[in-house]
Every structure is written in C-alpha cells, then in structure tokens.
C-alpha cells in the first residue's frame, strides 16, 4: 500500500482485497459454489459490494460484504452508534467487510466477523474523531471442543503480539455482546473476540490501531476454514438438521433485537438487502423447544449458557493448539 495514502484509502484498498481473498478461500472450501456480486450505490452517499454465496456443497447461504459510505450526522444513527454528535451539520464515513456463512451441514458451524473503519467530522469537514472496531465469533451447533479451541487460539495468537492482554478483554466483550439478553443472557454461540471504539491514544496511534484491525482481517481464514474441511464431510440425519433449525432461530432473535449493526444500517437508510443478508435461509420457532438432557444438543445449549474459557487462560495454563490447523487438511 502507498504510503503516503490517508488512512481511510489505506483501509479501503485493504477491505476490497481482503474481502477478495475470503472469497477465494471459502469458494474452493466449498468446491462447487461461486460467490454473485451485486454491487449497489447509496442515494445519500456511497455503495457497497455484496457478495451472496448460495445452495453450495458446504455453503446452503452466505455474504462477504463491503461497504463505503457517508452521510449527514442524525440523531437516529447517533443514538444506534451510542456516541456523541459531532455537532449541528457534521458528517460520518463508515467503511467495512461484513460476513456471515451458514452451512447446509449441521455439524459444520456458522461464522460472523466483521472489520470496520468510522469518520466523524464537523460541518467546517475537519476530523474530529476516528475510530475502529470489529471481531469474529463462532456458532456451532454440534460442539466439538477442538474446533473451539482452535478457533479461540488463532484469534489469540493475531493479538497476542499487541498485547497479551487484549484477547482476554476482547473476548469477555465478545460474550457479553453476542447473548440474547431476553432469554438470561444464553449466548448465540461459543463467541470469539469483539471490540468497538478503538481510538487513537498517545501509545497506541491510528497506525498501530490499522495494523491491529489488519491481523484481524487477516486471520479469518486460518480460524474458520480448516474447521470447514474438518467437518464438511460428516454424515447427518433430519434430527440434525430440525435441531440446526432451532438454533438458528436463536441466531435470527439476536440479529434482529439486539445487534447494533443492524440497527445502524436501518437507522442510516442502509441497503436492506445486504443487511438482512445475515439471516439463515431457513429457522425454526417452536414453543419451548428442550433438547433431551445429556444428548448432544444439550452439550451444545450448556455451553451456551455461560461463557466458557476455552483455553484456560484465567488459570493461566493456556493451551497452544498452533498445529491443530496445519494437521486437520489431511484428516
């Protein structure tokens, strides 16, 4: 990248390539569907490319968006963004990738991440706060403890080199946001790391705060894929499916009561199309749905119940599962 580029151009170009080389990894995992661009413009600013992948041999629906957007400071989007106003006049610019994969087979988990840039100016155009944010979590619906930890440990190991302390707070983010507070705080899924309003500070810069939201970026695909080729192949039954259903019902709830994102991109007149993208391609709702006591579902609902610390950092004995994703292409 030129390094004489501000660093919204800087983290535009990232986004674009970024959101090619998810594609490109998740189109040969899957090994039979391609991703469709619709690319869209914003009336009061902006556009996006939405890439939809659909009725794949792994992928039964999916997105990998990006989006480059700007407007006028409204009360509504500042309320959904839950920061103060610029002032009377200002404006914003959003730039992000934002991704959501649900698998036709139950055993292999869904995906979110998202990695995202915000501007804020005042009505005379000159910056007055920047700031990043983002994450990726986990949602399986059969729990196999190797998938966690390795998805955990990957996104460990992109932080760690910022500070070994952050993975810890961001993923205690990470559990607290992704639960459905209206059914006592059951988690959507295992989590992963979350975290919102990165500043700029005197030790930690706008450059540092850039090459952090990159490592993040840039270790999807070693966290998620090799589980995809783990589990892709693994036989189930309409059992399996009718329970994938249920949870995924669970997912939809949270997206569309309590996730910010969403509510940001309706309060911004944003592309419905694209935000409701998330959404599985089929849910079930049935009252009261318990799993049988001790099966594997109900393994997967207590694991969702509280958060779990899958790699024992709270008493310090993390476990290293660095080869897990080098080892798992040849099982």
Same mark, same amino acid.
């Given at each position: 990248m030129n390094s004489n580029k501000s660093i919204k151009e800087k983290w535009i170009e990232y986004i674009h390539q970024l959101q090619d080389n998810i594609c490109a990894a998740l189109e040969s995992a899957d090994g039979a569907a391609k991703f469709v661009e619709d690319k869209w413009e914003r009336p009061e600013g902006g556009g996006g490319k939405t890439?939809?992948?659909? $009725?794949? %041999? =792994?992928? &039964?629906?999916?997105?990998? $968006?990006? %989006? =480059?957007? &700007?407007?006028?400071?409204n009360p509504a989007m500042m309320q959904a963004l839950q920061i103060p106003a610029a002032g009377e006049g200002g404006s914003w610019f959003a730039c992000g990738l934002s991704m959501v994969l649900h698998p036709a087979n139950p055993f292999v988990p869904t995906t979110h991440a998202n990695w995202r840039y915000f501007e804020l100016y005042n009505a005379a155009g000159e910056l007055m706060d920047q700031w990043f944010g983002g994450g990726a979590d986990l949602t399986?619906?059969?729990l196999f403890e190797d998938d966690a930890k390795h998805f955990h440990q990957t996104l460990k190991n992109a932080h760690d080199p910022f500070g070994v302390e952050l993975y810890p707070a961001y993923k205690k983010k990470c559990d607290t946001y992704f639960a459905n507070h209206h059914r006592q705080e059951e988690m959507r899924g295992i989590g992963g790391v979350f975290y919102d309003h990165l500043r700029p500070t005197a030790t930690k810069d706008v450059n540092w705060l850039f090459?952090?939201?990159?490592?993040?970026g840039n270790v999807f695909i070693e966290a998620y894929v090799p589980i995809v080729m783990k589990r892709k192949d693994i036989l189930f039954t309409a059992a399996n499916k009718y329970w994938q259903e249920i949870r995924r019902g669970r997912y939809v709830e949270f997206n569309?009561?309590?996730?910010?994102?969403?509510?940001f991109g309706l309060k911004t007149n944003g592309r419905t199309e694209s935000i409701l993208m998330s959404l599985p391609p089929t849910v079930r709702f049935d009252y009261n749905d318990q799993p049988e006591k001790g099966s594997e579902e109900d393994k997967l609902l207590q694991?969702?119940?509280?958060?779990?610390?899958?790699?024992?950092?709270?008493?310090g004995i993390g476990e290293e599962v660095n080869h897990w994703a080098a080892s798992v292409n040849s099982c």
């Open positions: 890439r939809v992948i659909s $009725n794949g %041999s =792994v992928f &039964e629906k999916g997105g990998v $968006n990006t %989006s =480059v957007v &700007e407007g006028k400071i399986p619906y059969y090459d952090f939201q990159q490592a993040n569309l009561i309590h996730d910010r994102g969403t509510i694991a969702c119940l509280h958060p779990v610390d899958w790699l024992n950092i709270e008493s």
